[in-house]
């Protein structure tokens, strides 16, 4: 009896692992083709993704600087206002949704870094940390 019962638990434990890990989404960032410096990145699905934090990396920030001081001081650095702002689809706080993109523009030793908790059906599933890196 007792050696079935920790069958069935493991059994439970196996099978909540596969659910989770397939709920997981999947957030990529491609360079746009002809455009060594532009990124598109978008959550591919299935699960939906929060993001927790943005910052860039730099040499004049090698700790992480927030988008908006780095915006006015690395020339040629853009991010889509809607992973900046606090409020709305895609800011911080907000869930991404599956296949919607936005675009990224990083100069040359410059990286997006984007902290991101996937969420499901039981809270959150996992955090994750995604890290584009500029043209080269």
């Given at each position: 009896?007792e050696?079935?019962?920790?069958?069935?638990?493991?059994?439970?434990?196996?099978f909540?692992?596969?659910?989770?890990?397939?709920?997981?989404?999947?957030?990529?960032?491609?360079?746009?083709?002809?455009?060594?410096?532009?990124?598109?990145?978008?959550?591919?699905?299935?699960?939906?993704?929060?993001?927790?934090?943005?910052?860039?990396?730099?040499?004049?920030?090698?700790?992480?600087?927030?988008?908006?001081?780095?915006?006015s001081?690395?020339?040629?650095?853009?991010?889509?206002?809607?992973?900046?702002?606090?409020?709305?689809?895609?800011?911080?706080?907000?869930?991404?949704?599956?296949?919607?993109?936005?675009?990224?523009?990083?100069?040359?030793?410059?990286?997006?870094?984007?902290?991101?908790?996937?969420?499901?059906?039981?809270?959150?599933?996992?955090?994750?940390t995604?890290?584009?890196?500029?043209?080269?």
């Amino acid at each position: 009896m007792e050696i079935a019962i920790i069958a069935l638990a493991a059994v439970g434990v196996v099978f909540a692992g596969i659910v989770l890990s397939q709920a997981k989404p999947k957030v990529r960032a491609e360079r746009v083709p002809g455009h060594p410096d532009i990124f598109e990145l978008w959550n591919e699905g299935p699960g939906s993704a929060v993001i927790v934090h943005a910052d860039v990396l730099s040499p004049g920030f090698p700790r992480g600087a927030s988008i908006s001081d780095a915006l006015s001081a690395i020339p040629g650095l853009w991010v889509d206002e809607r992973i900046i702002r606090d409020h709305g689809p895609w800011a911080k706080g907000a869930a991404l949704e599956p296949l919607r993109r936005f675009e990224i523009r990083l100069p040359a030793a410059t990286s997006l870094r984007i902290v991101y908790r996937a969420d499901g059906a039981l809270g959150t599933v996992a955090t994750a940390t995604m890290l584009v890196e500029g043209g080269h």
